[in-house]
């Protein structure tokens, strides 16, 4: 029996729109790339809330920031829900920013109820999930998870050099805690689905079992610059017709492997780009994603056959790194547990699904039982500053989101300590 | 009979050398976009070598320089020998250059002679011949011949919004005097092949009788952004998929067109170019020559219908605007038969030929005699870094511009004042 707190709708819309003003664009979507001065920003408003609410506030050494609620029982190892703040160069006002504004209501509905859990709860705030300034994504939720560690992060590099050490230090947001040492028993993310199914199947919440395979790659082309008026085309090295050719065969093997398979190239540098000069060098990003990991390496080998051909034909000399490999994962079982018996008591239409975009849950459930909720997405679209979801869809996310912890709180008495 | 004055190759070769250093690059080539900096330093150093030889150096009102060393008789009109100074982003060290410094040998070889032309001689730097930083290209030499008005050249935006009148104040080469309003009978531009026959001829001179025709446009492709993660394959507008079968159509039609046709995409920028976002919007350009016009017609038909084709195909939104367009020009036959008579006399091998690349000359044809001399560059490489023609190459080709210039010179004083 869940008890029975209502979280207060117009509160948590108020508070997203209030940071979506942070980084916010003409065209109502939010630039606040990771670390940049528009993340510190709203990274102080949230220390600032969750410390008004009697909350403490800790940052590890990647900038990850954990805030506790004390519970009945200090004994018990707290129940985090987390999500990150940063977002797309041209993002929208949810992705990621639901889940911890989310997380913030249901902090703030318990503090009014003056209702005590038996565990601690903690509020997360990731750092870098995004990895649109800095790749990978999910940089810090991977470095608390092992996946990464910390020198690797604070080595990443944004296109203009900077790299992810000397910007978190920028912002003042290097903690002293060790990446992994502050624990959670488990962990719950509410998130915007970032795809269309919910919505044509007109379920309001979405219990999410898993996420699908994704696999990252730089490609460099080098071929030779040249004069465009007065080279002969049989005497040529184009890079950037190769990089098309590519572009184009990468879309038709996400085709070939449909319909879950999704192929992308969204960021491509050509050298020296002038008008009047054959591009001499290409650098591109490869985004493959799939439910099972065998299509991937299926899609890989396509990939590498594709750049052999190109190579032979048109003379030119490409570089192929996989700079980010994420295995297809499953979520808790009790957590998905939870997170069904919520919705149900809650009474919004649900089915159970897989994540097709990377979360930081993907990586928490490497460490601790872990469960993920959607609620659904104007058209499916995400990444974009038209990005939009209802006050009620998001008010329903995160009356399941409090719902499924109250009941695993409830469970966790059951559990040794 | 041409007078026997020989120049100085080792002190031509010393002051390409010596200017190579302003914008030089790490791997020996030239970055001096027009009107940065490095465009003024040039600038500054070409105008003080010209006054230590007595010319009287005068700027108009789009930068372009005029040096003048006077003649005999003042009642002819000057003889000009004109090319540029500024580079690609990653330029040789000649393409341009050799024209204006090699003019810059023979007023120091007259000057050192004592000797005395009939017609004034005027050394011309025209401005923004590269059309690398403000599209279009030949852009001073086109305002003087009356292609282009003063609004129009001031109104060219960079990349960063910067426009070419603001860059031209900023580096302080705002002449008074009005474009065209400096004239002269003639003139004569030195430049390397940029291409590859002389070279595959063992010819030292081309003796040039016109210039191909060529036409750039700029081709905008919208679709929408989207996550590159959860947006199933059919769902999606991807523009840089549009793009990059555009891309490949691209130099399709110039083969289809082929010896002569070359199609190029030297540009390319992408929104919002982030690793998982689906690109929203691609902007590229497109450049299309061929020495006659009727084939360029049916090129640009041919592209049209690949746009709609792509359109169609992918639901995208396309926009083609043609930027720049460059009729095939003939040179003058008096001017070509000096160079000719030039080339004989020094004994070079040369031949007969078309330039592939646009030239100032092009332009300056339309309102006054006009020819250009090619000398042979490596492997055809131009608008690279590793551009090269040798010492001897290069006193070759001002050898016989400064034949040429006083054949014509000698002419002159038959024609009528």
Not at 174 to 190: C, D, Y
Not at 392 to 406: D, I, K, M, S, W
Request: glycine residues 12%.
């Amino acid at each position: 029996m869940i008890p029975n707190l209502q979280i207060d709708a117009r509160r948590l819309w108020d508070s997203l729109m209030e940071t979506a003003g942070i980084g916010g664009t003409p065209r109502g979507g939010i630039a606040r790339l990771t670390l940049t001065d528009a993340d510190r920003q709203v990274r102080d408003w949230l220390k600032q809330e969750c410390e008004r609410l009697g909350c403490t506030v800790t940052v590890d050494e990647v900038g990850n920031m954990f805030a506790v609620r004390p519970g009945r029982r200090s004994d018990l190892p707290p129940i985090a829900i987390g999500s990150h703040l940063d977002t797309q160069p041209t993002g929208g006002k949810f992705d990621g920013i639901l889940g911890v504004l989310g997380g913030l209501e249901i902090l703030k509905t318990l503090h009014d109820a003056g209702y005590e859990t038996n565990a601690p709860l903690m509020l997360v705030n990731w750092t870098n999930e995004e990895g649109s300034r800095f790749a990978p994504a999910m940089l810090g939720s991977g470095v608390y998870a092992g996946v990464f560690d910390r020198a690797y992060a604070d080595s990443r590099e944004d296109r203009q050099g900077v790299t992810f050490g000397e910007a978190l230090e920028a912002i003042g947001y290097r903690g002293s805690a060790k990446a992994g040492s502050i624990r959670f028993g488990a962990m719950f993310e509410l998130h915007i689905e970032q795809g269309p199914i919910l919505e044509q199947e007109e379920k309001v919440v979405g219990i999410v079992e898993g996420v699908q395979g994704m696999r990252w790659y730089e490609i460099s082309v080098t071929g030779r610059e040249a004069h465009t008026g007065s080279t002969p085309m049989p005497m040529r090295r184009d890079a950037l017709v190769g990089a098309a050719r590519l572009i184009d065969r990468i879309e038709a093997i996400a085709l070939e492997h449909g319909p879950s398979a999704v192929g992308s190239v969204g960021l491509i540098e050509v050298q020296p780009n002038s008008r009047n000069v054959v591009p001499g060098h290409v650098f591109f990003t490869v985004d493959f994603r799939h439910p099972e990991d065998a299509v991937l390496d299926a899609m890989e080998r396509k990939l590498l056959a594709a750049i052999d051909e190109m190579t032979r034909k048109a003379h030119l000399e490409p570089e192929l790194k996989k700079v980010w490999e994420s295995p297809a994962v499953r979520f808790d079982a009790d957590c998905l547990a939870s997170v069904q018996k919520s919705a149900e008591a809650a009474g919004y239409p649900a089915r159970r699904m897989i994540s097709g975009a990377g979360h930081d849950a993907a990586y928490i459930a490497r460490v601790a039982p872990t469960a993920m909720i959607f609620v659904p997405c104007a058209g499916g679209l995400s990444h974009n500053e038209e990005e939009s979801t209802s006050l009620e869809e998001c008010a329903a996310g995160t009356q399941v989101l409090l719902g499924a912890v109250l009941d695993y709180d409830g469970r966790g008495t059951e559990r040794p300590s």
